[in-house]
């Protein structure tokens, strides 16, 4: 099992920024990719980024300008740092873990306010 603790969403103006943190326990030797999903009001839940155990990143659509994603492996923490926020972006970000099954955290949400 892979204990997953989310923190660091909140409310935002637009423009601003806001930093996202994922940190695992558990059987933390196991885990590949790690990433953040987020699922807006009424849409289906959608790729953020995810990053490899080698450092490999993937986002998702138009989001690499202004998002980037990283990990410590020494901590078992993903970060997602996300700039110049828009009120489409207001979603309920959820971190995810393979290792090698999918482990979801409980989802901490991100207001933009225009």
């Known amino acids: 099992q892979v204990r997953l603790v989310e923190s660091g969403g909140g409310l935002v103006q637009a423009g601003g920024s806001l930093r996202l943190s994922c940190a695992a326990s558990?059987?933390?030797?196991?885990?590949?990719?790690m990433g953040w999903y987020r699922q807006a009001p009424g849409k289906q839940r959608e790729l953020v980024a995810v990053v490899s155990k080698i450092g490999r990143t993937t986002y998702g659509d138009s989001l690499k300008d202004r998002f980037t994603i990283s990990r410590d492996n020494a901590k078992n923490t993903v970060y997602l740092q996300m700039n110049s926020l828009q009120p489409e972006d207001t979603a309920v970000y959820y971190c995810?873990?393979?290792?090698?099954?999918?482990?979801w955290g409980q989802g901490t949400q991100v207001t933009v306010s225009s």
């Open positions: 995810n873990i393979r290792a090698p099954l999918d482990y």
């Open positions: 558990g059987r933390v030797f196991l885990i590949n990719d």
